[in-house]
């Protein structure tokens, strides 16, 4: 009988797979993707390679023949422990080893799929793996989610979450790589297959997968794991039961993790991309094995993916908010369904996302009142917060995210002083206690657009009392008109917030500020007193410093601030 995981083939075309680095056609998770820059610094599968076996960026781990999955499960360094645990690093190694015949590579992805398999084996029951996620889960939120940062202590997470789906995914993909390259004999196909069906049996004994479904890009990993297995292992007895069960979840999440308007549920571009792969590979999985998706859940992943070109910044890059990082969608949009480009001016709301864009050319603008939608999700505070591009090029831009094991993650870029928006008596419109905890959240009313100009209503009562702060944006040919409305303020100082691009360079002429960026110059002006402080944000990957400028003022006002290019 011919091995399942022989027989797997991928959904997107071996010319797709050979062409272009694993990862930005799968674009990683937040947390994976920070430890993965500061471990190798690419997603280019041949500089993977060679920091890898020739530079020595996973001595962290130990040796490379004897990497220590285990070495980073603690609380203080969990996405090490995540990232190391998912074997993301595996068929970056197995694409460059098939697409240069190297053997000895080949073997050594070979002997890392073996020696996990050997040293970590699966929980072998269901009341086993029930209990581990019953544990980790309590210890997590108690531990992790809610804790100020100071606690560390061990935590078993390496058959948690979505660590067993990935690692299913990424050992078939690196063996489909390297198969022809004659590493692996028939005993090693029947270890594969025993493998991959240990961790199928691990996800469907989950707890969570015999309850009622529930969102989140965690459990869609899952599911897709799930569903793969089952519509590849169709000998195994238990096969069908994975893909009639993968199958449900996965159709669920594209409902659930997909807001109407197309936004992932997130509310981060990055893990927009993130799920939109899994709902791309679980449509793709279903049409091959003819279990046809809903009518409605097409037409939601459609909404998804139209989004993935709207977010897109005139450097082809995202904009980051909510935890997220900066991705190339590039390549990625290619393995999408084409769409025609959309010529001249858009003006977008997406009114479940709470986000409106406009895109000109080459400006670009975002106002972000997206809303904290769970006690530990992906947001930031700082929200009516804007972006503003001029001429291709950024001039007011998000703090951005640095890596979730960085103190700074929670002390400064998920609060509100990294982003474009209002402090009352020094305070944000949010607060969180530890890195995922929120306490207490601002909440907007967004209208739609009108003229090219566009309104929010923010209040924030836990942080700001009875102050209600109205913003209205006015874009359009190089102009950027931003009226703020500062009422219920009596007794408070308030301070608006325009962090700039660490490439502006601010000169003064004539009261009005000069931003530069490059050879694009804007004008700025706004009637308050203003002051140039330090601020830093995040740039490929790493924290920079920056400027921020503050305009202060006390009690109820209006101001209006005008960007103009010149």
Not at 92 to 97: K, M, Q, V, Y
Not at 219 to 245: C, I, M, N, S
Not at 490 to 506: H, I, M, Q, R, T
């Amino acid at each position: 009988m011919i091995s399942q995981v022989e027989s797997f083939t991928p959904v997107l075309s071996a010319e797709i797979l050979d062409s272009c680095n694993f990862f930005e056609l799968y674009p990683f998770d937040g947390g994976g993707s920070f430890i993965h820059r500061d471990l190798l610094g690419s997603t280019d599968d041949a500089q993977i390679t060679r920091a890898i076996m020739h530079e020595g960026a996973l001595d962290a781990f130990g040796p490379l023949d004897a990497i220590d999955f285990q070495k980073f499960e603690r609380w203080s360094t969990i996405e090490q422990s995540c990232w190391i645990n998912r074997l993301y690093f595996i068929v970056p190694l197995a694409r460059i080893a098939k697409i240069t015949g190297d053997k000895q590579l080949a073997e050594y992805v070979k002997s890392v799929i073996f020696r996990f398999r050997k040293l970590y084996p699966a929980p072998a029951s269901t009341d086993e793996v029930r209990e581990l996620n019953r544990s980790v889960l309590e210890a997590r939120d108690r531990d992790y989610n809610s804790s100020d940062g100071t606690f560390d202590g061990p935590v078993t997470y390496q058959w948690f979450d979505f660590q067993p789906a990935s690692r299913l995914l990424h050992i078939l993909y690196a063996v489909w790589f390297i198969k022809d390259l004659g590493v692996f004999d028939n005993g090693d196909y029947q270890r594969l297959d025993q493998m991959i069906a240990d961790h199928a049996r691990v996800i469907y004994q989950a707890s969570d997968f015999d309850a009622p479904p529930r969102g989140g890009n965690h459990d869609f990993l899952r599911a897709l794991a799930l569903f793969t297995a089952g519509a590849v292992f169709t000998d195994h007895p238990q096969a069908e039961k994975w893909r009639l069960k993968g199958f449900r979840y996965c159709q669920f999440h594209i409902y659930e993790d997909f807001l109407p308007d197309g936004m992932g549920y997130d509310l981060s571009p990055s893990y927009h991309f993130f799920e939109t792969w899994i709902a791309r590979d679980f449509a793709l999985r279903a049409k091959q094995i003819n279990m046809p998706l809903e009518a409605a859940a097409l037409k939601r992943l459609e909404k998804a993916y139209d989004f993935c070109g709207l977010i897109k910044l005139p450097n082809g890059m995202t904009p980051v908010i909510s935890d997220g990082y900066p991705l190339d969608m590039d390549v990625f949009m290619n393995t999408l369904p084409p769409k025609a480009p959309v010529a001249g001016e858009q003006l977008v709301l997406l009114p479940h996302a709470e986000m409106a864009i406009r895109k000109s050319n080459d400006e670009f603008a975002l106002l972000d009142c997206s809303r904290c939608l769970s006690k530990f999700a992906h947001y930031h505070a700082g929200k009516q917060a804007v972006t503003l591009w001029f001429g291709g090029k950024p001039f007011v831009e998000e703090g951005g995210c640095c890596n979730y094991d960085d103190p700074a993650f929670a002390e400064f870029f998920k609060t509100a002083r990294a982003h474009a928006t209002l402090l009352i008596d020094n305070r944000g419109d949010s607060a969180l206690h530890g890195r995922y905890c929120w306490l207490n959240y601002c909440i907007c009313q967004l209208t739609p657009w009108q003229d090219h100009t566009i309104t929010t209503t923010m209040t924030a009562p836990e942080q700001w009392g009875d102050t209600v702060w109205e913003r209205q944006l006015y874009l359009n040919d190089g102009v950027a008109e931003i009226t703020d409305k500062i009422t219920r303020c009596d007794g408070k100082s308030w301070s608006l917030l325009f962090p700039l691009a660490p490439e502006v360079e601010v000169q003064m002429r004539d009261g009005k500020f000069i931003l530069r960026n490059d050879n694009v110059q804007v004008e700025f002006y706004i009637p308050a007193e203003v002051k140039i402080i330090d601020s830093r944000c995040v740039r490929n990957f790493q924290i920079v410093p920056t400027r921020c400028l503050v305009a202060s003022g006390t009690g109820n006002s209006t101001v209006q601030s005008v960007f103009r290019k010149m």
